[in-house]
């Protein structure tokens, strides 16, 4: 699976070329949220982040939530791409201020799209290229879209994820040099984690050109990641974030 992935992934910067003779679309904005310190977290933080959604013609997309991709395979309501992205880390600060850092990295993955109407569903796989995260994650997302007036629209969908032991330990583990220095029990998760969650959107277009979102999302972690004593002594199994996003489109 990871030779397959790392073959398609090296076609992406061959395909530059073409691709930049096609139109650029999308939109670019800053988007303003309130989201937990970390995976598990009951701190929470104000964040002020770039926004991109951008396409060219039919073939590249770019954006935070799915990263660089080819849409290798369009026909009809289905789309399948490899992609390459992006995983936070932890910058343990806080709570886990004693805790060593968890950096970030580099993913490769493909996503399989399906899109009939105002439906779209969305199976989604990955593995860590880079930083200290190891194993793979599935991503599971439905939503639906649908204009309630000329400037207005709205969204929801419910999304499922798992990770695998290797991704849970990477975040949820109490190393034996974590523990010395925190006080935490030493904890070694002993298997993968499922993540439920519940997303909506209300989009306002006040111009032609600019947009502006409101978004909530809330998810629930379950199994050795609930139980992870960084989420159970300290931190919340329930978790939401809220924000807002300032678009200009082209």
């Known amino acids: 699976m990871y030779r397959s992935i790392a073959c398609s992934l090296a076609t992406l910067p ?8 096609q139109p650029l679309n999308g939109s670019i904005g800053v988007s303003v949220t309130l989201a937990p310190d970390y995976l ?4 929470y933080k104000t964040r002020i982040l770039p926004d991109a959604n951008l396409r060219y013609g039919d073939q590249f ?18 789309t399948l791409s490899p992609f390459i992205g992006y995983i936070p880390g932890r910058d343990n600060d806080g709570d886990l201020s004693r805790f060593a850092k968890i950096d970030g990295g580099i993913t490769g993955g493909m996503r399989l799209r399906y899109q009939p109407g105002p439906w ?15 194993g793979y994650q599935v991503i ?7 204009s309630i007036s000329p400037n207005w629209s709205a969204g929801i969908g419910p999304n499922l994820i798992y990770s695998s032991k290797e991704w849970t330990q990477s ?10 220095r925190s006080g935490f029990q030493r904890y070694e ?6 993540r439920l969650g519940l997303s909506g959107h209300v989009n306002y277009r006040f111009s032609s050109n600019w947009s502006l979102t409101g978004l909530a999302t809330v998810t629930r972690l379950t199994g050795d990641a609930k139980d992870s004593p960084i989420v159970r002594q300290v931190g919340e199994s329930t978790q939401v974030l809220a ?7 082209f």
Do not use: C
């Open 171 to 180: 975040l949820f583990r109490v190393s034996a040099t974590d523990a010395a």
């Open 189 to 194: 998760p002993g298997d993968g984690y499922w």
């Open 140 to 146: 599971l997302r439905a939503g639906w879209r649908h």
């Open 120 to 134: 779209n569903v969305t199976l989604k796989a990955q593995t860590p290229l880079t930083g200290d995260m190891d």
């Open 243 to 249: 924000g807002t996003v300032l678009s200009y489109h």
């Open 40 to 43: 598990g977290s009951d701190d």
């Open 14 to 21: 061959l395909l530059a070329v073409p691709a930049m003779a």
């Open 61 to 78: 997309y770019l954006n935070l939530r799915d990263g660089l991709g080819w849409n290798l395979y369009h026909q009809k309501n289905w």
